[in-house]
T-cell receptor, first 113, second 113 residues
């Protein structure tokens, strides 16, 4: 599986936007970029995913670089409930089946008042 | 909306005993995944099933086995338990098409004493 690189931790103030970066320089053409987050004592939670174009949903936005070697997860207004470990994961979409997620070391986001 | 149900939530076993963890996927989801998360670690993929057939296998010990039944629920069987098997075990489910998000349960916390 292609690797991703994320900062170990980030801090944000509540109500401010947060930009979580992810580098994936060895991404292949069939890899989708997925983001999940894990709150304390809970299972991972899907946030957003994309292939080439920027994506928006109710939780976040995903900005994908033109060469696809990096991406940024954007939380528009961080709240205390957004404090979690955020995982950027490349998921192979080439074989037509629902492939596994391989979790690396994500970014621990701290949100303060 | 219905979520992934895992049972039991907590399980305490002694070394060399056996344990069975159960997972009930979201209705109409045909793919189930099992993950293990040790203390302070990231989730590690164990095994997955698609339409009741094993679809992928990760770092699952030979002492562990799993299957998906005709009603799509899955069970992870763990024998000859070791202290190092103490962890959170997550089940996730997804549907086709490929790259549908994984939906995780809240996990079973296994403690081996």
């Amino acid at each position: 599986d292609a690797k991703t690189t994320q900062p170990n931790s980030m801090e944000s103030n509540e109500e401010e936007p947060v930009h979580l970066p992810c580098n994936h320089s060895t991404i292949s053409g069939t890899d989708y970029i997925h983001w999940y987050r894990q709150l304390p004592s809970q299972g991972p939670e899907y946030v957003i995913h994309g292939l080439t174009s920027n994506v928006n949903n109710r939780m976040a936005s995903l900005a994908i670089a033109e060469d696809r070697k990096s991406s940024t997860l954007i939380l528009h207004r961080a709240t205390l409930r957004d404090a979690a470990v955020y995982y950027c994961i490349l998921r192979d979409g080439s074989d037509g089946t629902a492939s596994k997620l391989t979790f690396g070391t994500g970014t621990r986001l701290q949100v303060t008042l | 909306a219905a979520g992934v149900i895992q049972s039991p939530r907590h399980l305490i076993k002694e070394k060399r005993e056996t344990a069975t963890l159960k997972c009930y996927p979201i209705p109409r989801h045909d793919t189930v995944y099992w993950y293990q998360q040790g203390p302070g670690q990231d989730p590690q993929f164990l095994i997955s099933f698609y339409e009741k057939m094993q679809s992928d296998k990760g770092s699952i010990p030979d002492r562990f086995s799993a299957q998906q039944f005709s009603d799509y629920h899955s069970e992870l069987n763990m024998s000859s338990l070791e202290l190092g098997d103490s962890a959170l075990y997550f089940c996730a489910s997804s549907s086709n098409p490929e790259n549908s998000p994984l939906h995780f349960g809240n996990g079973t916390r296994l403690t081996v004493t």
